[in-house]
Protein backbone atom coordinates (compact mmCIF):
# COMPACT_ATOMS: atom_id res chain seq x y z
CA UNK A 1 0.00 0.00 0.00
CA UNK A 2 1.30 3.46 -0.87
CA UNK A 3 0.64 6.45 1.19
CA UNK A 4 0.67 10.35 0.20
CA UNK A 5 1.33 13.23 2.05
CA UNK A 6 0.82 16.20 0.57
CA UNK A 7 1.97 19.79 2.50
CA UNK A 8 -0.53 22.82 2.27
CA UNK A 9 0.91 24.89 4.68
CA UNK A 10 2.85 27.69 3.59
CA UNK A 11 6.54 26.32 5.12
CA UNK A 12 8.21 23.29 5.06
CA UNK A 13 7.51 20.07 7.11
CA UNK A 14 9.57 17.08 8.21
CA UNK A 15 7.66 13.66 8.20
CA UNK A 16 9.12 11.88 10.65
CA UNK A 17 8.86 7.77 11.26
CA UNK A 18 8.44 6.65 14.77
CA UNK A 19 9.40 3.63 13.86
CA UNK A 20 12.47 4.35 11.91
CA UNK A 21 11.01 3.35 8.60
CA UNK A 22 13.81 5.84 6.97
CA UNK A 23 17.46 6.79 8.65
CA UNK A 24 17.24 9.74 11.08
CA UNK A 25 19.98 11.65 8.94
CA UNK A 26 17.36 10.73 5.80
CA UNK A 27 14.63 12.92 6.44
CA UNK A 28 11.09 13.59 4.45
CA UNK A 29 11.04 17.44 4.07
CA UNK A 30 7.92 18.27 2.76
CA UNK A 31 8.12 21.75 0.63
CA UNK A 32 5.18 23.63 0.39
CA UNK A 33 2.64 22.59 -2.69
CA UNK A 34 4.87 19.09 -2.71
CA UNK A 35 3.70 15.45 -1.82
CA UNK A 36 5.79 12.80 -0.46
CA UNK A 37 4.61 8.88 -1.05
CA UNK A 38 5.83 5.76 0.84
CA UNK A 39 5.21 2.41 0.01
CA UNK A 40 4.50 -0.02 2.82
CA UNK A 41 5.87 -3.52 2.35
CA UNK A 42 5.03 -5.61 4.80
CA UNK A 43 1.59 -5.00 7.43
CA UNK A 44 1.48 -3.60 10.62
CA UNK A 45 0.80 -0.11 12.57
CA UNK A 46 3.32 2.62 11.75
CA UNK A 47 3.21 5.78 13.71
CA UNK A 48 4.35 9.62 12.24
CA UNK A 49 4.63 12.84 13.71
CA UNK A 50 5.90 16.27 12.08
CA UNK A 51 9.01 17.83 13.62
CA UNK A 52 9.33 20.69 15.66
CA UNK A 53 5.05 20.87 15.41
CA UNK A 54 3.10 19.69 18.10
CA UNK A 55 0.39 18.21 16.20
CA UNK A 56 -1.36 14.74 16.94
CA UNK A 57 0.86 11.66 15.62
CA UNK A 58 -0.92 10.24 12.52
CA UNK A 59 -1.34 6.54 12.18
CA UNK A 60 -1.01 4.38 8.92
CA UNK A 61 -3.01 0.68 9.39
CA UNK A 62 -1.61 -1.74 7.08
CA UNK A 63 -3.13 -4.94 6.28
CA UNK A 64 -1.95 -8.13 5.45
Known sequence: DTV??????D?????????????????????????????FNSPGTFTFSIEKERVTPLTVVVKP
Open 11 to 39: FKLTLVSEQGLWTPGDTRAIITGRVFNYT
Open 4 to 9: EWKNEY
